[in-house]
C-alpha cells in the first residue's frame, strides 16, 4: 500500500451500512485445519495508542497496525480532530501538529465504544473535549463512570448534556491525584492514565487494569517521555511532565485473535501453528485448553516473548469449566468462541461471565445449530452434543460473530452467518487466514 495522507476511510472493504448488512459468511464444515496462522496486531491496544498522537505535536509511528474497520473509524475520528495520518502497509503515523476540533461527533464515535478513549488526551492537551456517549457492541451497559471518575478526580469539570460529555481543565491545567478505580476498567485506566502524564504533580491509579493492552500503552507513553512505573501491576504511579515527545512503537500481537485461531484448530481436530504469539499473555486460556485435552506446545520463542504457539487435537473435547475475570484471569473476550468448542465436549461444562451482562447472545445462534446451552442468570450449562449441524444464523456482536465461525468450521453442512461487520471491528482478513489452513470459508454480498 502506498504512503498518503487520510482523507476517506482505508481498510479495503465497502464498510458503510447498507453494504455491511447484506454480507455474508458461508462455510462448509467437517474440514481439520492444518498450517500457519499470522497474528495481526492487537486492536484494543492500537485503538488507544492512536488516541494518545493527541498527547503530543511530534509524530507518532505506530507498526504491527491491523486493518480493522473499528482502526478505520478511530482514524476517521482522529482526523475530524486534525491529526494527520498516513498509512504504509501495517504502519501508521500519526502527528498531531495542531488540535483543531475538540468535539468527537455522535456520528462517529457512536459506531464504537473505544472513541472514549480521546476524552483523556483532547482533556489534557487542550484543556477541554465534548464527547459524544459511546456506542458500539450491546454486550453490556460498560458506563463511563468510572472514567469521568477519574478525571474529575485530576481537577477536570464534567458534565453530561444532550448525550455529550462536556469536560473542562483548571486554567492551570490538570493536577495529580490518587485514583482508586471501583472496577480494574481498561479503557478507564487508560483514559486517566493519559490524562495524568501531562497533569501537574504526581497521580497514583489503584485497582488498575493489568491487561496487557493497558501496559503496551503505558510503554508507549514511556518511549514519549512520561514517567511511569508499576506497569504490569494494579498500582501505577505517574509523575506528570510538561509535554511528550513523539515515538516509534510496535503494537502487541493480538492475544484473543490467538485465542480465536486456537480454538479453531482445536474445535475441527486440526493442528495449526499460530505465528507470533505473547505467549504469557494467555497463560490461563492456554491452561483452560489443556484442561480440555488440547495439545498446546511453544515451537520457538524469541528473546522478546512472542513465540509460535502450535495446537493439536484429535479427540472431542472434555467438558471444563471456566469463569472470566480480569488480566490474567480468562479473557471475557475469549469466551463466546469457547463455548462453541464446549458446545462439541464430552461431558457438560459451566461457562460462567462476570464481566459484561449481556454476552450470552450467541448462544440462541450456536442452538440453532443443534447446540444443548441452558442460560440461569450470568452462566450457562453447556452440554456436550457428538454434533453441531450448520444452519443461517446471525451474528450480534464481535465476539458472538466469531464463536459462530468456529462452530460452523465444525458443523456438518453448510453454514451461513449474516451481519458479518462485526467481525470486521476485530479481525483482519479471517476468510483468507482460515482457507489458508483448508477451511471452505467465502465471503458474499
Same mark, same amino acid.
Request: glycine letters at 8%.
Given at each position: ?34 498450517? /500457519? ?76 465504544? $473505544? ?13 477541554? %473535549?465534548?464527547?459524544? !456517549? ?18 474529575? %478526580? ?29 472496577? /480494574? ?12 502524564? !501531562? ?23 514511556? %518511549? ?34 490467538? $485465542? ?82 464446549? /458446545?462439541? *465436549? ?41 454434533? !453441531? ?21 465444525? $458443523? ?24 489458508? *489452513? ?8
Amino acid at each position: 500500500m502506498g504512503r498518503y495522507r487520510l482523507t476517506c476511510i482505508w481498510v479495503p472493504l465497502d464498510t458503510s451500512p447498507r453494504k455491511q448488512s447484506m454480507d455474508k459468511i458461508i462455510l462448509t464444515g467437517m474440514r481439520p485445519l492444518s498450517g /500457519a496462522i499470522p497474528i495481526s496486531g492487537a486492536k484494543n491496544a492500537a485503538l488507544p495508542l492512536m488516541a494518545m498522537s493527541m498527547l503530543t505535536s511530534k509524530p507518532l509511528v505506530l507498526s504491527n497496525v491491523p486493518k480493522l474497520s473499528d482502526i478505520t473509524r478511530m482514524a476517521e475520528l482522529l482526523t475530524h480532530h486534525g491529526v494527520n495520518i498516513t498509512f504504509d502497509g501495517t504502519s501508521c503515523c500519526l502527528r498531531a501538529s495542531d488540535i483543531t476540533d475538540t468535539t468527537a461527533p455522535y456520528d462517529i464515535v457512536s459506531k464504537m465504544r $473505544a472513541s472514549i478513549v480521546v476524552l483523556g488526551p483532547l482533556l489534557a492537551r487542550c484543556g477541554r %473535549a465534548a464527547v459524544s !456517549l459511546p456506542g458500539g457492541c450491546a454486550i453490556g451497559t460498560r458506563p463511563v463512570n468510572m472514567h469521568i471518575d477519574g478525571l474529575r %478526580a485530576l481537577g477536570a469539570n464534567i458534565y453530561i448534556e444532550n448525550g455529550y460529555i462536556y469536560a473542562s481543565a483548571p486554567a492551570h491545567g490538570l493536577s495529580g491525584a490518587t485514583i482508586v478505580l471501583p472496577f /480494574a476498567t481498561v479503557t478507564g485506566t487508560e483514559n486517566v492514565l493519559m490524562a495524568a502524564t !501531562l497533569a501537574n504533580g504526581t497521580t497514583v491509579i489503584k485497582n488498575a487494569a493489568r491487561e496487557p493492552e493497558v501496559c503496551d500503552v503505558a510503554n508507549c507513553l514511556l %518511549a514519549m517521555g512520561a514517567k511511569i512505573s508499576g506497569i504490569g501491576t494494579d498500582t501505577l504511579v505517574i509523575d506528570g511532565v510538561q509535554e511528550l515527545d513523539g515515538a516509534h512503537h510496535n503494537v502487541i500481537p493480538d492475544r484473543i485473535e490467538a $485465542a480465536t485461531y486456537a480454538i479453531a484448530g482445536a474445535i475441527t481436530n486440526g493442528d495449526v501453528v499460530l505465528k507470533g504469539v505473547v505467549y504469557d499473555d494467555l497463560l490461563a486460556f492456554w491452561q483452560t485448553l489443556e484442561r480440555a485435552g488440547v495439545c498446546v506446545s511453544q515451537v520457538q520463542r524469541s528473546a522478546k516473548n512472542v513465540a509460535d504457539v502450535r495446537i493439536t487435537m484429535s479427540s472431542r473435547p472434555k467438558g471444563v469449566d471456566v469463569m472470566t475475570e480480569p488480566h490474567p484471569g480468562y479473557p471475557t473476550d475469549a469466551q463466546a468462541q469457547f463455548m462453541a468448542l464446549m /458446545a462439541l *465436549c464430552d461431558g457438560a461444562a459451566m461457562v460462567t461471565e462476570t464481566i459484561f451482562e449481556n454476552r450470552f447472545m450467541h448462544v440462541p445462534e450456536l442452538c440453532r445449530m443443534c447446540a444443548d446451552i441452558t442460560i440461569h442468570k450470568a452462566s450457562a450449562l453447556v452440554r456436550g452434543v457428538k454434533q !453441531l449441524v450448520g444452519a443461517q444464523v446471525m451474528a450480534t456482536d464481535l465476539r458472538a460473530s466469531v464463536s459462530l465461525v468456529l462452530a460452523g468450521l465444525a $458443523a456438518c453442512g453448510e453454514t451461513t452467518i449474516q451481519r458479518v461487520y462485526h467481525i470486521d471491528r476485530g479481525y483482519e482478513r479471517i476468510e483468507e487466514k482460515l482457507r489458508n *489452513c483448508g477451511a471452505v470459508i467465502e465471503r458474499v454480498s
